[in-house]
Nanobody, 123 residues
Framework: QVQLVESGGGLVQAGGSLRLSCAASGRTISNYVMGWFRQAPGKEREFVTASRSDDSTYYGDSVKGRFTISRDNAKNTVYLQMTSLNPEDTAVYSC?????????????????WGQGTQVTVSS
């Protein structure tokens, strides 16, 4: 079992930055694919980014060049650095962990999820 707890969300003005954290417990994340997803009201869950254990990374088209995923295996924590935020980035952001994940953008392949943290970007 892997428990995931996100933090760092909040209210930020357009053009600002935020860094989200996802602290894991129960298992080491070094062997897991770690992903971030977001869901805005009335919309489907959207893939944001993912990081494999070999440090390869993937990004959704809407966040490429603005968001960066990183992991600190020693702290068992994954981070999501978000820059140049705009109101369309407003959503609940959740981290997820999975093993043997082929399609990192598919939320169904992740076994473990955090509760999510709200990010609100004002115009």
């Amino acid at each position: 079992q892997v428990q995931l707890v996100e933090s760092g969300g909040g209210l930020v003005q357009a053009g600002g930055s935020l860094r989200l954290s996802c602290a894991a417990s129960g298992r080491t994340i070094s062997n897991y694919v770690m992903g971030w997803f977001r869901q805005a009201p009335g919309k489907e869950r959207e893939f944001v980014t993912a990081s494999r254990s070999d440090d390869s990374t993937y990004y959704g088209d809407s966040v490429k060049g603005r968001f960066t995923i990183s992991r600190d295996n020693a702290k068992n924590t994954v981070y999501l650095q978000m820059t140049s935020l705009n109101p369309e980035d407003t959503a609940v952001y959740s981290c997820a962990a999975g093993r043997s994940v082929v399609h990192v953008s598919n939320p169904r392949v992740y076994a473990y999820w955090g509760q999510g943290t709200q990010v609100t970007v004002s115009s």
